[in-house]
Structures are given as structure tokens and as C-alpha cells.
């Protein structure tokens, strides 16, 4: 299934994310593909958010991995902009989180061909109104994540 949005201001975008976080139940996984500022890090804080984590979230560009625990859910937040090989994605504790923890990546695209079949797969593009983000939900917790929040009347469909 596939979606887009279009939104005005980071706070549109935030608040969408937000909505997410509130009804995810610890085992997602987040692909987040787009261009150096095209809103990947600004999404994830409002999946934070909505998770009811209290921490300070910021892009691990440098780390590879920020881990979020001060909440009911833990987020893992990954950044593979400078992955040399998708194989490093283990040595990062990658599978070792899956299933135990919301997962968001940055620039997934670099590792996608060992990563798992079930994921909600988001792309930010810069428009001249905002961001347009396109979505791609594939596998079961993906689909169960739209679902909770569609019987809840919460907008998953683009605009």
C-alpha cells in the first residue's frame, strides 16, 4: 500500500509522526530515505514523542545508533549515512533490536537488501510548499499499525 502527504510547516509533519508513535507497539520498523535536511530527524521526533519518550532526540550521524529508553517503548534510531557495507548493519546491534524496540533508520536505502520484509518504508522530498512524503507499508505490523490507527479516525491517507 502507498500514501502521500504534503505538509506546510515541521509541525504538520511532527504531528503526523506523533501519531504514529502513539499507536505502535514496540516492533516496528521505520525506513527513512531523503536528501540531508529533507525531514528524516523532524519525523522521528515526533515518533518519539507519540512513543512517550522523554529524551532529547538527535540524529546519531556520528554513532550510528541513539537509543531511547525513557519511556513505555524503546526507539532505536539509526543513521547509515556513512555505512561502508549493509553487513555493518549487524555489528550495530541491528538484529539484536529487531522486535525488541520501535526501529527508525536514516538512509536505509544502504542496507535495505538484508533488512526485513516488514516495514513502513518513508521518503521525504523537498516541494515548494513543505516536504511531500511518500509512504510504502509492507508486512503485517505494518498494516496492523495503519489499521489501529484508522478504527481510532487518526489520518493515514494522503492529502
Known amino acids: 500500500m ?18 504514529l508513535g502513539r499507536y505502535c507497539q514496540g516492533k516496528e520498523l521505520f525506513l527513512l530515505a531523503g536528501d540531508l535536511g529533507a525531514g528524516k530527524t523532524t519525523f522521528t521526533k515526533g515518533l518519539a514523542k507519540g512513543l512517550g519518550l522523554k529524551d532529547l532526540v538527535t540524529s546519531p550521524t556520528f554513532t550510528y545508533l541513539n537509543i531511547y529508553n525513557e519511556g513505555p517503548l524503546r526507539l532505536c534510531h539509526y543513521d ?26 536514516e538512509w536505509a536505502e544502504k542496507a535495505k537488501k538484508i533488512l526485513p520484509d516488514d516495514f513502513m518504508e518513508i521518503s521525504f522530498l ?10 510504502h507499508y509492507q508486512g503485517p505490523l505494518s498494516k496492523a499499525l495503519i489499521s489501529r490507527m484508522e478504527k481510532q479516525n487518526i489520518e493515514t491517507t494522503g492529502h
Not at 502507498?2 to 501519531?19: A, G, H, I, P
Not at 553487513?87 to 533490536?97: M, V
Not at 523537498?126 to 509512504?135: A, L
Open 2 to 19: 502507498n500514501d502521500s502527504f504534503l505538509f506546510t510547516t515541521e509541525k504538520e509533519m511532527r504531528n503526523w509522526s506523533y501519531q
Open 80 to 105: 547509515l549515512y556513512r555505512l561502508h557495507s549493509p553487513d555493518d548493519l549487524e555489528a550495530l546491534g541491528f538484529f539484536d533490536y529487531l522486535g525488541e524496540a520501535v526501529i527508525a533508520i
Open 126 to 135: 523537498f516541494h515548494s510548499r513543505g516536504r511531500k512524503i511518500t509512504v
